[in-house]
């Protein structure tokens, strides 16, 4: 009896087990590769010729870079060094067009005796947006980011100052007149007057007071023709400009394709149907040739101005598509909840509506952006010498012909910054303005 019940007694363990690593198979990087490069024969299969490509091509591009020459004054100079160094047909990459023309990729033909003016320009750009888009920088710079871009063309560009002055008091006389427009008849009409004044003064009183004042006054800098912008500098200026003015140029056009006047909502779909339906290098060929001719004998319009406002218009476009499927994607309820505190349509649109559709709209608002700077390129074939053009324009100079992969890698890399930045910013500024539970 007593042998049966030692054997029906429950075994109960009095210690513990020392704790086993995981199988080899089963952890770490092998069980990485299982599950994501070898899962099937077919994945195995396209993981080795992959990695076969990777390793041909780096085979290739290393030797290329590391026999990389950065000082010598053409092309035959660098093949020179190439074969006392490292012997004839040698891989080797001649970077040193870079260092002898890194100013005109990036400032284009500038005065090289001026080059102060667009580093002092893109020094004050960076403080002139950090109040935009931290919220730990002082509100109060946000006056010197109104000014900044009357300022920067100061600096780019030179001449009197007071032209530039009486712009900033254009601007200036928007706000009494947006002031009183609203609240003596709707706040439609105090919009329309803060548009209406400013174009009007600079149109009928600008130009007599700019040129008494200059006459008078001849205070400013030496002016700079467009035709010296090019390079890195000319892809910044239009996509910046672009930029800043599209956003909220395609808030107004996503508001106005949703109103419910006709006129306005007119307007609207046919001014962004029509950008949207044409090639940007269209609008870019009829800024630099067919707008001359709607334009009064002797107008001179500036080319450079021409193309940021042609930009402007076709980003603005996708931008009011983006703001719009923001809208669009907000409950009913928000409109509901403005209309029950008893706030009117722009009271609603400023504070309920519009913060929460761009917070859903960030993804494609920066993704516009970046397309947009991207594409800031296309204007070399409109004769602006943009860092692609400014690279055919070096290649073919004897020093530099037959060079090719040093520039476009250069070039390449500066876009991919400017682009990685914005994309990274879209990341944080996700991340901070998220309010679902974490």
């Not at 009928?204 to 040129?211: C, E, K, N």
């Not at 306005?264 to 290098?281: K, Q």
């Not at 406002?309 to 076709?314: E, K, L, R, S």
């Not at 692609?388 to 100079?397: C, D, K, P, Q, Y």
Request: with cysteine; charged share 10%.
């Amino acid at each position: 009896m007593s042998e049966m019940n030692a054997q029906t007694v429950p075994y109960v363990r009095e210690s513990m087990v020392p704790q086993a690593e995981p199988p080899v198979t089963e952890r770490g990087a092998v069980k990485w590769m299982r599950e994501n490069l070898f899962s099937s024969w077919f994945n195995a299969i396209l993981t080795i010729i992959g990695l076969a490509f990777v390793a041909w091509v780096l085979m290739h591009i290393v030797p290329w870079l590391w026999n990389s020459i950065w000082f010598a004054g053409s092309l035959t100079a660098c093949r020179e060094i190439r074969d006392a160094t490292w012997g004839a047909g040698a891989p080797s990459a001649c970077f040193a067009v870079i260092t002898d023309r890194w100013q005109q990729l990036l400032l284009g033909f500038y005065p090289s005796e001026l080059y102060w003016r667009p580093i002092t320009a893109l020094v004050l750009f960076g403080v002139a947006v950090a109040p935009v888009l931290f919220t730990r920088v002082s509100r109060q710079l946000l006056w010197f980011s109104a000014v900044y871009p009357v300022a920067m063309v100061w600096l780019l560009w030179g001449g009197t100052i007071w032209p530039y002055l009486l712009v900033i008091a254009g601007f200036a006389l928007g706000v009494p007149a947006y002031r009183i427009g609203a609240k003596a008849v709707s706040p439609l009409l105090g919009v329309v007057a803060a548009i209406a004044v400013p174009i009007l003064f600079w149109v009928f009183v600008l130009p007599p007071l700019s040129g008494a004042l200059s006459s008078a006054l001849p205070i400013g800098l030496e002016a700079v023709p467009s035709r010296a912008m090019g390079g890195f500098m000319l892809s910044f200026i239009i996509g910046v400009s672009g930029i800043a003015l599209s956003l909220p140029l395609g808030i107004l056009l996503a508001l106005g394709r949703q109103s419910h006047l006709i006129f306005i909502h007119a307007v609207s779909v046919a001014f962004i149907e029509l950008m949207r339906g044409v090639p940007l290098i269209v609008w870019l060929f009829t800024a630099s040739l067919l707008l001359n001719y709607f334009l009064p004998p002797g107008t001179t319009f500036d080319l450079t101005l021409r193309v940021v406002i042609m930009v402007t218009f076709f980003a603005s476009a996708y931008m009011a598509e983006v703001i719009r499927g923001g809208l669009a994607a907000l409950p009913r309820g928000q409109y509901e909840a403005a209309d029950s505190l008893g706030l009117d349509y722009w009271k609603a649109m400023r504070l309920i509506i519009l913060p929460q559709a761009l917070k859903i709209s960030i993804p494609g608002i920066v993704n516009t952006f970046i397309g947009l700077f991207k594409d800031t390129t296309l204007v070399v074939f409109i004769g602006l010498l943009d860092p692609i053009g400014l690279s055919n324009a070096i290649r073919a100079t004897t020093d530099w012909n037959g060079i090719y992969w040093e520039l476009f890698i250069f070039i390449g890399a500066l876009f991919f910054i400017c682009c990685f930045a914005m994309s990274r910013y879209s990341m944080y500024l996700e991340q901070k303005l998220r309010t679902d539970h974490r």
